[in-house]
Protein backbone atom coordinates (compact mmCIF):
# COMPACT_ATOMS: atom_id res chain seq x y z
CA UNK A 1 0.00 0.00 0.00
CA UNK A 2 1.16 3.29 -0.95
CA UNK A 3 2.63 5.47 2.50
CA UNK A 4 -0.26 7.96 3.04
CA UNK A 5 0.88 11.58 3.10
CA UNK A 6 1.49 13.40 7.23
CA UNK A 7 1.28 17.02 7.39
CA UNK A 8 1.62 18.69 10.67
CA UNK A 9 -0.72 21.61 11.17
CA UNK A 10 0.31 24.75 12.96
CA UNK A 11 -1.74 27.46 13.35
CA UNK A 12 -1.31 30.83 15.37
CA UNK A 13 -2.94 30.19 19.06
CA UNK A 14 -6.28 31.83 18.95
CA UNK A 15 -9.84 31.08 17.79
CA UNK A 16 -10.03 32.83 14.50
CA UNK A 17 -6.93 31.06 13.74
CA UNK A 18 -7.34 27.57 15.12
CA UNK A 19 -10.92 27.77 13.74
CA UNK A 20 -10.37 27.55 10.15
CA UNK A 21 -7.21 25.46 10.48
CA UNK A 22 -9.19 23.08 12.02
CA UNK A 23 -11.61 23.03 9.29
CA UNK A 24 -8.82 22.31 7.13
CA UNK A 25 -7.16 19.50 8.92
CA UNK A 26 -10.53 18.01 8.64
CA UNK A 27 -10.96 18.31 5.05
CA UNK A 28 -7.59 16.68 4.55
CA UNK A 29 -8.56 13.98 7.00
CA UNK A 30 -11.67 13.31 4.72
CA UNK A 31 -8.30 12.57 1.56
CA UNK A 32 -6.90 10.03 3.91
CA UNK A 33 -4.03 12.22 4.82
CA UNK A 34 -2.60 11.68 8.88
CA UNK A 35 -2.87 14.61 10.13
CA UNK A 36 -0.81 16.34 13.41
CA UNK A 37 -2.35 19.52 14.79
CA UNK A 38 -0.48 21.61 16.88
CA UNK A 39 -1.75 23.72 19.58
CA UNK A 40 -1.05 25.15 23.11
CA UNK A 41 -1.93 23.54 25.93
CA UNK A 42 -5.01 25.41 27.25
CA UNK A 43 -6.66 25.32 23.67
CA UNK A 44 -5.27 20.89 23.75
CA UNK A 45 -7.50 20.97 27.26
CA UNK A 46 -10.44 23.14 26.13
CA UNK A 47 -10.66 20.95 22.47
CA UNK A 48 -10.63 17.69 24.69
CA UNK A 49 -12.20 18.22 27.57
CA UNK A 50 -14.83 20.95 26.43
CA UNK A 51 -16.10 19.66 22.48
CA UNK A 52 -16.53 17.00 20.35
CA UNK A 53 -14.03 17.74 17.70
CA UNK A 54 -11.63 14.82 18.15
CA UNK A 55 -14.93 11.71 17.43
CA UNK A 56 -15.34 13.79 14.08
CA UNK A 57 -11.70 12.76 12.98
CA UNK A 58 -10.02 9.31 12.36
CA UNK A 59 -7.16 7.72 13.52
CA UNK A 60 -5.17 9.47 11.35
CA UNK A 61 -5.73 12.71 13.80
CA UNK A 62 -3.41 13.79 16.57
CA UNK A 63 -3.58 16.49 18.92
CA UNK A 64 -0.30 17.51 19.58
CA UNK A 65 0.07 20.16 22.54
CA UNK A 66 3.08 22.39 22.39
CA UNK A 67 5.36 23.15 25.42
CA UNK A 68 3.89 24.71 28.86
CA UNK A 69 4.84 28.61 28.28
CA UNK A 70 2.46 29.52 25.48
CA UNK A 71 -0.55 31.11 25.80
CA UNK A 72 -3.18 33.04 24.00
CA UNK A 73 -4.35 34.26 27.30
CA UNK A 74 -4.03 38.40 27.30
CA UNK A 75 -3.38 38.38 23.49
CA UNK A 76 -5.47 41.53 23.12
CA UNK A 77 -3.66 43.71 24.85
CA UNK A 78 -1.12 45.92 23.90
CA UNK A 79 1.77 44.32 22.56
CA UNK A 80 0.32 40.96 23.59
CA UNK A 81 0.73 39.84 20.09
CA UNK A 82 4.67 40.35 20.55
CA UNK A 83 4.73 38.59 23.88
CA UNK A 84 2.67 35.48 22.05
CA UNK A 85 5.51 35.86 19.17
CA UNK A 86 8.25 35.79 21.89
CA UNK A 87 7.35 32.42 23.66
CA UNK A 88 6.06 31.17 19.82
CA UNK A 89 10.15 31.46 18.94
CA UNK A 90 11.83 30.67 22.31
CA UNK A 91 9.92 27.63 22.83
CA UNK A 92 7.95 26.01 20.04
CA UNK A 93 10.72 26.79 17.30
CA UNK A 94 13.16 24.50 19.54
CA UNK A 95 10.13 22.13 20.15
CA UNK A 96 9.45 21.92 15.89
CA UNK A 97 13.30 21.09 15.57
CA UNK A 98 13.26 18.12 17.37
CA UNK A 99 9.61 17.05 17.10
CA UNK A 100 9.55 17.31 13.19
CA UNK A 101 12.54 14.53 12.03
CA UNK A 102 11.03 12.16 14.04
CA UNK A 103 7.43 12.20 12.89
CA UNK A 104 7.73 10.92 9.16
CA UNK A 105 6.71 14.49 8.04
CA UNK A 106 5.57 14.94 3.94
CA UNK A 107 4.73 18.72 4.49
CA UNK A 108 4.51 21.47 7.02
CA UNK A 109 0.94 23.42 7.29
CA UNK A 110 1.46 26.72 8.97
CA UNK A 111 0.25 29.82 9.90
CA UNK A 112 1.59 32.25 7.32
CA UNK A 113 2.63 34.41 10.65
CA UNK A 114 4.94 31.94 11.63
CA UNK A 115 7.97 32.21 9.85
CA UNK A 116 9.62 30.70 12.57
CA UNK A 117 8.56 27.42 11.52
CA UNK A 118 9.79 28.37 7.82
CA UNK A 119 13.47 28.44 9.30
CA UNK A 120 13.19 25.07 10.93
CA UNK A 121 11.71 23.93 7.45
CA UNK A 122 14.44 25.47 5.11
CA UNK A 123 16.93 23.62 7.92
CA UNK A 124 16.00 20.43 7.29
CA UNK A 125 14.62 20.95 3.27
CA UNK A 126 10.76 20.05 4.53
CA UNK A 127 8.25 21.32 2.17
CA UNK A 128 6.45 24.19 3.62
CA UNK A 129 2.90 25.67 2.74
CA UNK A 130 1.05 28.71 4.29
CA UNK A 131 -2.13 29.35 5.17
CA UNK A 132 -3.02 32.68 5.71
CA UNK A 133 -6.78 32.75 7.96
CA UNK A 134 -7.16 36.78 7.14
CA UNK A 135 -9.32 38.23 3.85
CA UNK A 136 -6.56 37.98 0.32
CA UNK A 137 -7.63 41.72 0.41
CA UNK A 138 -6.41 42.26 4.18
CA UNK A 139 -3.67 39.74 3.33
CA UNK A 140 -2.69 42.27 -0.03
CA UNK A 141 -2.62 45.37 2.42
CA UNK A 142 -0.24 44.11 4.91
CA UNK A 143 1.75 42.81 2.33
CA UNK A 144 2.28 46.51 0.45
CA UNK A 145 2.76 48.06 3.91
CA UNK A 146 6.60 49.12 2.57
CA UNK A 147 5.67 50.57 -0.27
CA UNK A 148 3.10 52.87 1.58
CA UNK A 149 5.92 53.54 4.07
CA UNK A 150 8.09 54.32 1.24
CA UNK A 151 5.88 56.60 -0.61
CA UNK A 152 5.21 58.59 2.86
CA UNK A 153 1.90 57.60 2.99
CA UNK A 154 2.21 55.66 5.98
CA UNK A 155 2.56 56.96 9.33
CA UNK A 156 -0.77 58.28 8.68
CA UNK A 157 -1.45 61.55 9.01
CA UNK A 158 -4.39 62.07 11.34
CA UNK A 159 -6.59 65.05 8.47
CA UNK A 160 -5.32 62.44 5.66
CA UNK A 161 -7.00 59.13 6.92
CA UNK A 162 -10.37 59.90 4.53
CA UNK A 163 -7.83 59.98 1.82
CA UNK A 164 -6.82 57.18 -0.70
CA UNK A 165 -3.85 55.15 -0.74
CA UNK A 166 -2.12 55.23 -4.02
CA UNK A 167 0.12 52.24 -3.23
CA UNK A 168 -1.94 49.19 -2.79
CA UNK A 169 -2.71 47.69 -6.12
CA UNK A 170 -5.92 47.06 -6.94
CA UNK A 171 -7.03 49.23 -4.19
CA UNK A 172 -6.02 52.91 -5.33
CA UNK A 173 -10.08 53.75 -6.22
CA UNK A 174 -10.79 53.20 -2.26
CA UNK A 175 -8.81 51.97 0.03
CA UNK A 176 -8.73 55.13 2.32
CA UNK A 177 -6.32 55.65 5.17
CA UNK A 178 -8.74 54.60 7.81
CA UNK A 179 -9.41 51.69 5.94
CA UNK A 180 -6.41 50.09 6.91
CA UNK A 181 -5.39 46.92 9.08
CA UNK A 182 -5.59 48.72 12.87
CA UNK A 183 -1.58 48.57 13.27
CA UNK A 184 -1.15 51.04 10.49
CA UNK A 185 -3.51 53.49 12.43
CA UNK A 186 -0.60 54.62 14.89
CA UNK A 187 1.01 58.15 14.15
CA UNK A 188 4.09 56.69 14.42
CA UNK A 189 5.65 52.92 13.59
CA UNK A 190 7.45 51.75 16.48
CA UNK A 191 4.83 49.24 17.41
CA UNK A 192 6.20 46.07 17.64
CA UNK A 193 2.88 44.22 16.69
CA UNK A 194 2.81 46.22 13.36
CA UNK A 195 6.44 45.20 13.11
CA UNK A 196 5.66 41.63 13.35
CA UNK A 197 2.78 41.42 10.90
CA UNK A 198 4.86 43.87 8.22
CA UNK A 199 7.57 41.41 8.27
CA UNK A 200 5.89 38.06 8.46
CA UNK A 201 3.74 38.68 5.67
CA UNK A 202 6.55 39.80 3.41
CA UNK A 203 7.88 36.87 3.88
CA UNK A 204 5.10 34.52 2.64
CA UNK A 205 6.99 33.78 -1.11
CA UNK A 206 9.41 31.56 0.96
CA UNK A 207 6.78 29.06 1.25
CA UNK A 208 5.75 26.76 -1.64
CA UNK A 209 2.57 28.01 -1.54
CA UNK A 210 -0.25 29.78 0.30
CA UNK A 211 -3.70 28.58 1.02
CA UNK A 212 -6.52 31.26 1.78
CA UNK A 213 -9.72 30.91 3.12
CA UNK A 214 -11.57 32.87 0.59
CA UNK A 215 -12.99 32.67 -3.34
CA UNK A 216 -12.31 33.01 -6.92
CA UNK A 217 -15.59 34.76 -7.73
CA UNK A 218 -15.13 37.09 -4.30
CA UNK A 219 -11.99 38.24 -4.22
CA UNK A 220 -10.22 37.63 -7.36
CA UNK A 221 -9.13 40.87 -8.34
CA UNK A 222 -6.87 41.06 -5.64
CA UNK A 223 -6.02 37.29 -5.76
CA UNK A 224 -4.27 38.29 -9.21
CA UNK A 225 -2.55 41.04 -7.78
CA UNK A 226 -1.09 38.02 -4.94
CA UNK A 227 -0.15 36.21 -7.91
CA UNK A 228 2.40 38.45 -8.52
CA UNK A 229 4.37 37.81 -5.88
CA UNK A 230 3.09 34.30 -4.60
CA UNK A 231 2.54 32.28 -7.63
CA UNK A 232 1.43 29.71 -6.11
CA UNK A 233 -2.32 30.44 -4.31
CA UNK A 234 -4.69 28.02 -3.43
CA UNK A 235 -8.00 29.30 -2.63
CA UNK A 236 -10.57 26.82 -0.79
CA UNK A 237 -12.94 28.60 1.20
CA UNK A 238 -14.94 29.51 2.34
CA UNK A 239 -13.77 26.38 4.55
CA UNK A 240 -16.50 26.00 6.43
CA UNK A 241 -19.00 25.64 3.56
CA UNK A 242 -16.34 23.08 1.96
CA UNK A 243 -16.68 21.00 4.58
CA UNK A 244 -20.32 20.79 4.96
CA UNK A 245 -20.44 20.25 1.47
CA UNK A 246 -17.73 17.33 1.53
CA UNK A 247 -19.70 16.18 4.25
CA UNK A 248 -23.04 16.16 2.59
CA UNK A 249 -24.84 17.84 5.45
CA UNK A 250 -26.63 20.73 6.54
CA UNK A 251 -25.48 20.54 10.00
CA UNK A 252 -22.85 22.61 10.87
CA UNK A 253 -19.46 21.07 12.56
CA UNK A 254 -18.41 24.35 15.03
CA UNK A 255 -14.73 24.08 16.12
CA UNK A 256 -16.15 26.22 19.21
CA UNK A 257 -13.60 26.66 22.01
CA UNK A 258 -16.73 27.60 24.39
CA UNK A 259 -20.16 26.61 25.39
CA UNK A 260 -22.68 27.23 23.19
CA UNK A 261 -26.09 28.62 24.14
CA UNK A 262 -28.53 25.98 21.93
CA UNK A 263 -31.67 27.51 23.19
CA UNK A 264 -31.29 30.36 21.52
CA UNK A 265 -32.49 28.73 18.83
CA UNK A 266 -35.58 27.82 20.43
CA UNK A 267 -35.66 31.23 20.66
CA UNK A 268 -35.19 32.07 16.81
CA UNK A 269 -37.73 29.36 15.65
CA UNK A 270 -40.43 31.61 17.33
CA UNK A 271 -39.20 34.69 15.59
CA UNK A 272 -41.32 35.53 11.71
CA UNK A 273 -38.56 35.51 8.93
CA UNK A 274 -35.79 38.04 8.30
CA UNK A 275 -36.89 39.61 11.87
CA UNK A 276 -33.84 39.68 13.83
CA UNK A 277 -30.44 41.22 13.37
CA UNK A 278 -27.70 39.10 15.24
CA UNK A 279 -24.79 40.99 16.86
CA UNK A 280 -21.28 39.46 17.67
CA UNK A 281 -18.11 41.10 18.03
CA UNK A 282 -16.04 37.65 17.44
CA UNK A 283 -14.02 35.93 20.26
CA UNK A 284 -11.55 38.68 21.00
CA UNK A 285 -12.82 42.10 21.00
CA UNK A 286 -13.67 43.79 23.55
CA UNK A 287 -15.75 46.89 24.35
CA UNK A 288 -15.76 49.65 26.79
CA UNK A 289 -18.33 50.40 29.07
CA UNK A 290 -19.64 53.41 27.08
CA UNK A 291 -19.50 51.96 23.57
CA UNK A 292 -21.41 48.94 25.04
CA UNK A 293 -24.50 50.94 26.01
CA UNK A 294 -24.25 53.04 22.99
CA UNK A 295 -24.75 49.72 21.07
CA UNK A 296 -27.64 48.49 23.76
CA UNK A 297 -29.55 51.62 23.16
CA UNK A 298 -29.09 51.54 19.30
CA UNK A 299 -30.47 48.19 19.34
CA UNK A 300 -33.17 48.78 21.62
CA UNK A 301 -34.30 52.50 19.95
CA UNK A 302 -34.24 50.88 16.51
CA UNK A 303 -37.52 48.51 17.74
CA UNK A 304 -35.82 45.20 15.51
CA UNK A 305 -35.53 42.05 17.53
CA UNK A 306 -31.96 41.35 18.44
CA UNK A 307 -29.84 38.12 19.64
CA UNK A 308 -26.77 39.41 20.89
CA UNK A 309 -23.42 37.17 22.11
CA UNK A 310 -22.24 39.06 25.02
CA UNK A 311 -19.45 36.93 25.96
CA UNK A 312 -18.30 37.35 29.81
CA UNK A 313 -15.46 39.30 29.03
CA UNK A 314 -16.87 41.26 26.38
CA UNK A 315 -16.44 44.70 28.82
CA UNK A 316 -13.08 45.95 28.76
CA UNK A 317 -12.18 45.85 32.55
CA UNK A 318 -15.44 45.48 34.17
CA UNK A 319 -18.01 42.79 34.81
CA UNK A 320 -21.14 43.40 32.67
CA UNK A 321 -23.64 42.90 35.75
CA UNK A 322 -23.82 47.01 36.50
CA UNK A 323 -27.11 48.01 36.50
CA UNK A 324 -28.77 48.97 33.42
CA UNK A 325 -31.78 51.68 32.73
CA UNK A 326 -35.42 50.64 33.04
CA UNK A 327 -35.32 52.00 29.20
CA UNK A 328 -33.19 49.32 28.42
CA UNK A 329 -34.34 46.37 30.33
CA UNK A 330 -37.48 46.38 29.05
CA UNK A 331 -36.82 47.19 25.44
CA UNK A 332 -34.03 43.67 25.67
CA UNK A 333 -36.53 42.09 27.74
CA UNK A 334 -39.33 42.49 24.26
CA UNK A 335 -36.72 42.04 21.58
CA UNK A 336 -33.67 40.24 22.53
CA UNK A 337 -31.85 37.64 23.32
CA UNK A 338 -28.38 38.09 25.29
CA UNK A 339 -26.35 34.47 25.31
CA UNK A 340 -22.88 34.12 26.52
CA UNK A 341 -21.69 31.97 23.21
CA UNK A 342 -23.97 30.77 20.47
CA UNK A 343 -23.21 27.95 17.30
CA UNK A 344 -22.69 30.88 15.06
CA UNK A 345 -23.06 29.01 11.76
CA UNK A 346 -26.50 27.61 12.87
CA UNK A 347 -27.73 31.11 13.70
CA UNK A 348 -26.93 32.64 10.44
CA UNK A 349 -28.45 29.95 8.50
CA UNK A 350 -31.90 30.36 10.40
CA UNK A 351 -34.72 32.07 9.04
CA UNK A 352 -35.38 34.55 11.19
CA UNK A 353 -31.79 36.26 10.89
CA UNK A 354 -32.52 39.04 8.58
CA UNK A 355 -28.54 41.05 9.26
CA UNK A 356 -25.91 41.07 11.30
CA UNK A 357 -24.13 43.81 13.48
CA UNK A 358 -20.25 42.52 13.29
CA UNK A 359 -16.93 43.33 14.05
CA UNK A 360 -16.12 42.11 10.66
CA UNK A 361 -13.15 39.33 11.64
CA UNK A 362 -12.68 37.00 9.01
CA UNK A 363 -14.53 34.00 10.06
CA UNK A 364 -17.63 35.94 10.41
CA UNK A 365 -17.52 37.90 7.59
CA UNK A 366 -17.34 34.44 5.14
CA UNK A 367 -20.24 33.25 7.40
CA UNK A 368 -22.39 35.82 6.90
CA UNK A 369 -21.56 35.83 2.80
CA UNK A 370 -22.50 31.70 2.90
CA UNK A 371 -25.68 32.28 4.59
CA UNK A 372 -26.65 35.47 2.08
CA UNK A 373 -27.22 37.85 5.12
CA UNK A 374 -25.95 41.20 5.17
CA UNK A 375 -23.86 43.25 7.62
CA UNK A 376 -23.57 46.16 9.69
CA UNK A 377 -19.73 46.42 10.33
CA UNK A 378 -17.63 47.98 13.69
CA UNK A 379 -14.26 46.67 12.72
CA UNK A 380 -12.17 46.93 15.93
CA UNK A 381 -8.30 45.91 14.79
CA UNK A 382 -5.59 43.97 12.55
CA UNK A 383 -7.46 42.93 9.49
CA UNK A 384 -11.09 44.29 10.11
CA UNK A 385 -10.94 47.54 9.10
CA UNK A 386 -10.21 46.00 5.21
CA UNK A 387 -12.85 43.42 5.58
CA UNK A 388 -15.55 45.92 6.37
CA UNK A 389 -14.29 48.22 3.35
CA UNK A 390 -14.59 45.76 1.56
CA UNK A 391 -18.16 44.54 2.35
CA UNK A 392 -19.25 48.54 2.45
CA UNK A 393 -18.15 49.97 -0.77
CA UNK A 394 -16.96 47.23 -3.35
CA UNK A 395 -19.24 44.03 -2.08
CA UNK A 396 -22.30 46.39 -1.49
CA UNK A 397 -23.47 43.45 1.22
CA UNK A 398 -23.98 45.99 4.20
CA UNK A 399 -22.83 49.43 5.89
CA UNK A 400 -19.58 49.88 7.22
CA UNK A 401 -19.83 52.12 10.09
CA UNK A 402 -16.71 52.06 11.96
CA UNK A 403 -14.91 55.17 13.76
CA UNK A 404 -18.38 55.78 14.87
CA UNK A 405 -20.00 55.09 18.03
CA UNK A 406 -23.33 56.75 18.20
CA UNK A 407 -26.22 55.33 19.22
CA UNK A 408 -28.58 57.36 17.07
CA UNK A 409 -26.14 56.27 13.90
CA UNK A 410 -26.66 52.73 15.33
CA UNK A 411 -30.08 52.86 15.40
CA UNK A 412 -30.97 54.10 11.84
CA UNK A 413 -27.92 51.89 10.13
CA UNK A 414 -29.90 49.14 11.94
CA UNK A 415 -33.31 50.36 10.47
CA UNK A 416 -31.70 50.80 7.42
CA UNK A 417 -30.63 47.29 6.79
CA UNK A 418 -33.31 45.32 8.31
CA UNK A 419 -36.04 47.25 6.45
CA UNK A 420 -35.14 50.43 3.96
CA UNK A 421 -32.97 49.00 2.16
CA UNK A 422 -32.83 45.30 2.79
CA UNK A 423 -33.93 44.64 -0.40
CA UNK A 424 -30.61 46.02 -1.80
CA UNK A 425 -28.53 44.29 0.24
CA UNK A 426 -29.81 41.08 0.34
CA UNK A 427 -30.03 41.04 -3.58
CA UNK A 428 -26.34 40.58 -3.53
CA UNK A 429 -25.29 38.45 -0.93
CA UNK A 430 -27.82 36.04 -2.29
CA UNK A 431 -26.06 36.52 -5.14
CA UNK A 432 -22.67 35.74 -3.63
CA UNK A 433 -23.93 33.20 -1.65
CA UNK A 434 -25.03 31.45 -4.41
CA UNK A 435 -21.46 31.86 -5.85
CA UNK A 436 -19.93 30.79 -2.62
CA UNK A 437 -21.80 27.48 -2.88
CA UNK A 438 -21.00 26.90 -6.40
CA UNK A 439 -17.26 27.83 -5.88
CA UNK A 440 -17.06 24.50 -2.96
CA UNK A 441 -19.01 21.85 -4.74
CA UNK A 442 -17.89 19.39 -7.39
CA UNK A 443 -16.04 21.39 -10.45
CA UNK A 444 -16.37 24.97 -8.28
CA UNK A 445 -12.92 26.71 -7.79
CA UNK A 446 -12.51 26.29 -4.96
CA UNK A 447 -13.13 22.25 -5.19
CA UNK A 448 -10.77 22.50 -7.50
CA UNK A 449 -7.90 24.13 -5.63
CA UNK A 450 -8.41 21.76 -3.01
CA UNK A 451 -8.25 18.72 -5.23
CA UNK A 452 -4.66 20.47 -6.48
CA UNK A 453 -3.74 21.06 -3.30
CA UNK A 454 -4.14 17.00 -2.32
CA UNK A 455 -2.17 16.03 -5.33
CA UNK A 456 0.41 18.33 -4.67
CA UNK A 457 1.20 17.49 -1.00
CA UNK A 458 1.16 13.51 -2.08
CA UNK A 459 3.90 14.51 -5.00
CA UNK A 460 5.84 15.24 -1.82
CA UNK A 461 6.03 12.10 -0.54
CA UNK A 462 9.67 10.78 -0.77
C1 LIG B 1 -9.60 36.84 14.83
C2 LIG B 1 -9.62 38.23 14.24
O1 LIG B 1 -10.30 39.11 15.09
C3 LIG B 1 -10.17 38.21 12.88
O2 LIG B 1 -10.24 39.53 12.38
C4 LIG B 1 -9.32 37.37 12.01
O3 LIG B 1 -9.82 37.39 10.70
C5 LIG B 1 -9.28 35.96 12.58
O4 LIG B 1 -8.86 36.00 13.92
P1 LIG B 1 -12.16 36.75 15.79
O5 LIG B 1 -12.01 38.14 16.26
O6 LIG B 1 -12.59 35.77 16.78
O7 LIG B 1 -10.86 36.22 15.04
O8 LIG B 1 -13.25 36.85 14.62
P2 LIG B 1 -13.73 35.84 13.50
O9 LIG B 1 -12.68 35.63 12.48
O10 LIG B 1 -14.99 36.40 13.01
O11 LIG B 1 -13.97 34.46 14.23
C6 LIG B 1 -14.92 34.27 15.21
C7 LIG B 1 -15.38 32.82 15.13
O12 LIG B 1 -16.05 32.54 16.33
C8 LIG B 1 -16.34 32.58 13.99
O13 LIG B 1 -16.01 31.37 13.32
C9 LIG B 1 -17.69 32.41 14.67
O14 LIG B 1 -18.56 31.50 14.06
C10 LIG B 1 -17.30 31.94 16.03
N1 LIG B 1 -18.30 32.36 17.03
C11 LIG B 1 -18.43 33.65 17.40
C12 LIG B 1 -19.11 31.38 17.56
O15 LIG B 1 -19.01 30.19 17.21
N2 LIG B 1 -20.03 31.75 18.51
C13 LIG B 1 -20.18 33.02 18.93
O16 LIG B 1 -21.02 33.26 19.79
C14 LIG B 1 -19.35 34.01 18.35
Known amino acids: MDPLPHV ?13 MLKL ?41 LPHGISMDGVNTRDGISMLYYSLN ?75 LTKVKGMEDFLRGRDLPSFCQASDLTNPDFRIVMTETRQTPRAQGLILNTFEDLEGPILSQIRT ?28 LWQEDERCMSWLDTQPPKSVIYVSFGSVAGLTK ?24 LIIGQERKDEISVELEQGTKARGYMADWVPQEKVLAHRAIGGFLTHSGWNSTLESIVEGVPMICWPRFADQQVNSRFVGEVWKMGLDIKDTCDRDIIAKSIRDLMEKRNGEFSQRTEHM ?30
Open 8 to 20: IIFPFPAQGHVNS
Open 25 to 65: AQLLSLSNFDVTFLVTVDTHDRLVNHTDVLSRFGSGFHLQA
Open 90 to 164: TIAKPFLREFIPNSSVTCLIVDGILSMAADVAEEINLPIIYFRTVSASSFWSYFCIPELIQAGELPLKENAKDLT
Open 229 to 256: VCPNVYTIGAVHAHLKAKLATKSTSSNS
Open 290 to 313: EELLEFWYGLVNSEQKFLWVMRPD
Open 433 to 462: ASLAKKAVNEGGSSYINLDRLIQDIRSMIP
